[in-house]
């Protein structure tokens, strides 16, 4: 979810749930130690409960990462151990490590040491031609004694040479069956699935079996999917909110954000575009939030003219998009 799940999108998605976990896009531990700390860790409250996902491979450097998640605030330090992208291959870090679980065991060691919050693990069931169960079994095992408790999985294997990170994420065959397998095998272990996951049916069905599922693109593009997951899953009260309610409740958040941050509207309405999914005039609604001729117009004018788009007889055209103002 690198350069997805940033915390405009996490915003967004709180609104629509308060019970899930949300979790960062990964944030290199180079970034961090040489970088600007508060543009990757500054977070919005409301984001709570919320991980803070790592990239690293050296135990000292993702130990001092590590505290300065708990610093700003953060409820877990999770470690990926899945990314198959070249970029973090260079840097010998995400699925590369799978091949390395007693270095994996040795940077939970140090960052369980460094913090009082929760340190997970998130990874793959294979790497490239190793696809066996036992190759698995012995990571989570080897990273389970050094105190890991929570293992989030992707049901699928990484092919570090051959595929892209998009075929990554689809060309590897799902395999529940072996995270299920995972479960039984270390029942004391947290076990979240992750990979395919798309409706509440599907999540329901999984949960049988393991302790939690982690969805990922299916949140991204669909998002009002989320406002029922609390009612589903947590046992409470139907979202009392429609989809004109979180808008508007985005658009405020663009204003405070412009003031405080001096963030442009522009970079929060593109998580924004999933929202009416389904919706008759979604597509017109669409086009008026990621037109670019729009974006010298205050969040609050493309906002009204994003609603008259959802009406047929109202929509502006594309040679006259400001005509409503």
Not at 183 to 190: C, E, I, N, S, Y
């Amino acid at each position: 979810m690198l350069d997805w799940s940033d915390r405009h999108c996490r915003f967004l998605h709180r609104l629509l749930t308060r019970r899930a976990r949300l979790y960062t896009e990964m944030v290199t531990t180079g970034a961090l130690l040489h970088g600007d700390v508060r543009r990757h860790l500054v977070f919005d409250a409301a984001e709570h409960p919320l991980a803070l996902q790592l990239g690293g491979s050296e135990p000292a450097e993702l130990a001092q990462c590590a505290r300065l998640g708990q610093q700003w605030g953060y409820d877990e330090i999770n470690l990926n151990c899945g990314c198959p992208s070249p970029r973090v291959q260079r840097g010998a870090f995400g699925a590369c490590l799978m091949a390395e679980p007693q270095r994996v065991a040795d940077c939970v060691r140090a960052m369980r040491a460094a913090v009082d919050i929760p340190v997970t693990v998130k990874h793959r069931i294979g790497l490239d031609q190793e696809q066996s169960y036992g190759f698995v079994r012995d990571f989570v095992g080897t990273v389970a004694e050094a105190g890991c408790t929570v293992f989030i999985v992707h049901a699928r294997s990484a092919w570090l040479q051959g595929l892209s990170p998009k075929e990554n994420r689809a060309l590897p065959p799902l395999r529940y069956e072996v995270v299920q397998q995972l479960k039984r095998d270390f029942p004391a272990l947290t076990l979240v699935l992750n990979g395919g996951l798309q409706t509440a049916q599907q999540m329901a069905e999984q949960l049988q079996h393991l302790d939690g599922v982690m969805i990922g693109r299916s949140a991204y593009h669909q998002p009002w999917d989320l406002s029922r997951w609390d009612e589903i899953f947590y046992a409470a009260a139907p979202f009392d909110s429609n989809r004109d309610a979180v808008e508007a409740a985005m658009v405020d958040y663009m204003e405070r954000e412009a003031l405080q941050e001096g963030t442009h509207w522009y970079a929060v309405a593109r998580h924004l575009l999933g929202l009416r999914h389904g919706q008759s005039g979604a597509r017109r609604w669409r086009q008026v939030w990621s037109d670019h001729r729009l974006k010298d117009l205050p969040p609050r004018h493309v906002w009204r003219l994003a609603q008259q788009a959802l009406q047929p007889t109202h929509a502006p055209t594309a040679s006259q998009p400001c005509l409503a103002i």
